[in-house]
């Protein structure tokens, strides 16, 4: 006979299991529970039932255990969810029993989205209040995650342009009276007003190329006030594109190539890669963000760092004074041409960093005592601040002027309203101290983003719309944070 076990499913209890045997100490599913059970989720503005009447509905609570239970363990789509609250052992025990289905759970997320921001907060001070955040140095940084949105669903300027092109030219013979006619009363109608048949990208390249003779004169004139319309919101919003299914993504570079995504940003703590501030944006580029994350830091903390490190990308001479106004000691790299003016060979000796600004007499002053006076002021369409020229009168007669600079006119120098601030900056990186310092970057707050697009599978966003995604962004980073707190629970080290 075989010495092997097989299942007997003849099995009886003799007594009915109790529910609380069917998870071990230690498990996370108990740490969820305890988190939520001390939750006031009626401060904190969670939708509540009034009536009495009908069928009773699922507790807050209970739809909370749910869904933060599914962002730590990886699960993240509502009808995941559901079949999980039917699968898996901890979550059958989480919800003592209860099945909701995915619409419900959905509701949820739809009704108290703007209150998750509240868990997160919480999740931060739990862990300030078990001395989990240092306060002594944080890291600040975004990472690009995919919108619920397809490329060829999407509608480019310069397409339209071609498109605005091929309308203006005349139908050489009469028109063809077959013709699709144009969905005018379509409900939900996105931000760009195109028929749906040229909401593809694959057809309206085929109108572009092919011609519009399927379409009669008046409804070639109509398309053309459509296209031009749609040519002035995008030049109104400063776009090259937009998203037919989720206007609010941008496209934006993910590694070689350019899809339409949501800019993710997180504020790090050094001393457990807590995250202490969340959010999320619809820009490509973070150098408008610094200040931003640094008040969400400090509104989610009641207290600011020591010091902040952020990448290049959060250089802006705006955000350093704003930053500075404030309060917030930061640590960013300055690009490598600010400061520096000239063309490629010019003498090094007279980049713009060598000239001394003093602003008693508003002159410059250049490394051989020179002055460069006030000329007048600029105020370029590309920029929101006027800039200040300065300009040698006496370079015809200076032996220099030829290294100095190579216009006809001598040197020039352009002055922002933000160069104090960025020249404190060049200054601060200088120390050896801080250039250590921002070497502890990387270390701090690129594995969070490493642990949620690889570890935790997070690569695009479940859900259209900025709040939606924002959302989403701080159940993620709820639940990053969780795991943090977890590994102090599990030792019996941690006060919730």
Known sequence: MKNEIDPDYSKRFLLPPALEDWIPDGHPARFIREFVEKL????????????????????????????????????YSTRELEKACKDRIALVWLTGMNYP??????????????????IFKRTIHIAIDNEMVGFALQAIDGTKIYANASRNKAIHKKDLEKLLARLETPIIDEVVKKINKTEKDEKGRPSCDLPRKLQDKNNLTRAIEDGLEEY????????????????????????????????????????????????????????????????????????????????????????????????????????????????????TPVHKKVGRSGKKGQDPRFSKDKFRYDPKEDVYICPLGGRLEYLYTNHPKTRDYPIRRYGCRYYKTCEY????????????IDRTPYDDAIYRQIEKNK????????????????????????????????????????????????????????RLWKENRLVI
């Open 40 to 75: 006031n989720t009626s401060e904190m503005g969670f939708k509540e039932r009034t009536v009495q009447e009908g069928r009773p509905n699922y507790s807050n609570k209970l739809m909370l255990k749910i869904w933060l239970y599914g962002y730590f363990e990886k699960i």
């Open 431 to 486: 120390s050896p101290d801080n250039k250590q310092l921002y070497d502890k970057r990387k270390q701090i707050i690129e594995p969070v983003f490493g642990w949620i697009k690889h570890n935790k599978g997070f690569t695009r966003w479940l859900y259209r719309g900025l709040n939606n995604v924002d959302a989403q962004w701080n159940l993620i980073c709820t639940g990053i944070n969780l795991s943090r707190l977890f």
């Open 401 to 412: 002027r030829h290294k100095c600079s190579k216009s006809i006119n001598g040197k020039k």
């Open 216 to 331: 009669s004169d008046s409804e070639r004139r109509e398309l053309k006030k459509k296209v031009q319309a749609n040519i002035k919101k995008l030049d109104d919003k400063k776009k090259k594109s937009v998203s037919v299914t989720d206007p609010e993504s941008n496209m934006m570079k993910t590694g070689n190539s350019r899809d339409y995504c949501y800019n993710a940003q997180g504020v790090v703590d050094d001393k457990h890669q807590i995250i202490v501030g969340a959010k999320v944006t619809s820009d490509e580029v973070d150098h408008r963000q610094m200040t931003g994350m640094l008040d969400e830091a400090r509104s989610n903390c009641n207290k600011k760092s020591t010091q902040t490190l952020a990448d290049g990308g959060y250089f802006s001479g705006t955000e350093l004074q704003k930053a500075e106004e404030k309060g917030y000691p930061v640590i």
């Open 101 to 118: 289905d995915h619409n419900t759970i959905w509701r949820f997320f739809r009704d108290n989205k703007s209150k998750i921001k509240n």
